[in-house]
DNA sequence: CGCTAATCTAGAACAAGTTTCAGAGTTGGC
DNA sequence: GCCAACTCTGAAACTTGTTCTAGATTAGCG
């Protein structure tokens, strides 16, 4: 029924791939303006050049096309921090270093972080499957930052809440409630639980 | 300007306490079927037999609306807890215990948990004075479930971690993410950081 | 009581997300 | 090149949150 950008489903002609493009970047673009109310779906098919009918076959709500719009930045940072890998000594620093820098590049576009995440959080079950690719794709990061072979059981419960700590804390600092400092605070200890409860002696320091 | 039920604003005369309690009511009633997007402003007036304007004037947004029943709700849970404290042993038991026993008084209502959580995961700015009231009562519940007298300043970062966990974890069961199991997992994990890092034998030990 | 300011009501009006529909344009298969 | 099926467009309509207005009610006060 939708087309969707989403290889699997009928693959797109070159003219539908570009108006996909079209309607993400605009919607990013007025998204980095306003936050989450100034992308309204009138404006984005006006500047995606797109009749409105349209953007809603291609994306069938305004919160699936911020959470698509939100994949795509993902993808974007999983590319750079491929090629600038963290530095940290252990795991835990790897992990607490990719995510705060992240972080920077949200603070760079905190409009554009807003409607993103307000999109991510508000979202209800009929975009369950949207919202689980970004977090799948927040997790990949995530491992990848460990740079672990096998990860434990309990590394991988550490992972799922240093996510939904990132998350969270995202959202407090997005709403003014929490200051970049405590976000950093928050992450660092959170990070704490993937060195394991046996941690003696080292203990999360700022690398660098 | 707005009326508000908070103590310290103009005193309430009974009508209006009663007016904003019926409203209240409405709010928790609908949101009890259908959720957030059953919490329609006319139909809790009508319910409320409250003008429209008036509504607003109570409670100047449905979010402002629905935190403000999250916040009731929260009252009687915490009184609800002081009545039939955790009884773990260790302080991080006693916490995930209080957390699990919240979260099935949600599970009893998920129509309302919906719409709550998804109304203060979404507030903006302007409600972030009520949304942090909100946070300051659950970081309360936390508090009085460890039952320490003098809470470390890493324990207090380990609390943090803990209500992140505890709302994002919310968040995905409520949209379908999660399984009960699997929530359950995730603050258990998050309320590991509470014993710290050197868990030895013994350590934080109750005050009782 | 009678006055004045604040509050409440009913209802219209407005804004933005979403749906719908008729007709024009494309596409893929033959 | 031509047809059938699908896609896109433009515009109107519908829904629900929010605002506004004019007139009725109420509360506080002398």
Redesign the pocket.
């Known amino acids: 029924?939708t087309?969707e950008g989403r290889p699997g489903s009928?693959p797109?002609?070159?003219?539908?791939e570009a108006?996909r493009r079209r309607i993400l970047h605009a919607s990013a673009r007025l998204a980095g303006r306003g936050g989450?109310?100034?992308?309204?779906?009138?404006?984005?098919?006006e500047a995606a050049?797109?009749?409105?009918?349209?953007?809603?076959?291609?994306?069938?709500?305004?919160?699936?096309?911020l959470v698509a719009t939100m994949q795509d930045q993902l993808d974007a940072l999983h590319a750079t921090l491929r090629r600038r890998p963290p530095a940290g000594e252990s795991a835990a620093e790897r992990v607490a270093e990719t995510l705060m820098r992240a972080f920077r590049a949200l603070q760079r576009e905190p409009q554009l972080a807003d409607a993103m995440v307000r999109a991510l959080t508000f979202a209800d079950r009929s975009v369950s499957a949207e919202v689980d690719t970004v977090s799948r794709r927040t997790t990949a990061i995530i491992l990848d930052a460990m740079r672990l072979e096998h990860p434990t059981p309990q590394q991988l419960a550490a992972v799922r809440v240093i996510e939904h700590t990132w998350h969270s804390a995202l959202v407090t600092w997005l709403s003014g409630r929490a200051s970049i400092a405590q976000v950093r605070l928050d992450i660092e200890t959170a990070c704490r639980l993937i060195d394991g409860p046996e941690a003696a002696g080292e203990r999360p320091r700022a690398a660098r």
């Open positions: 029924m087309v009928p797109l002609t070159a003219r539908q108006r989450f109310d100034a992308v309204q779906m009138r404006e984005v098919a050049e797109v009749a409105l009918g349209t953007l809603y076959r291609y994306f069938p709500s305004k919160v699936h096309l």
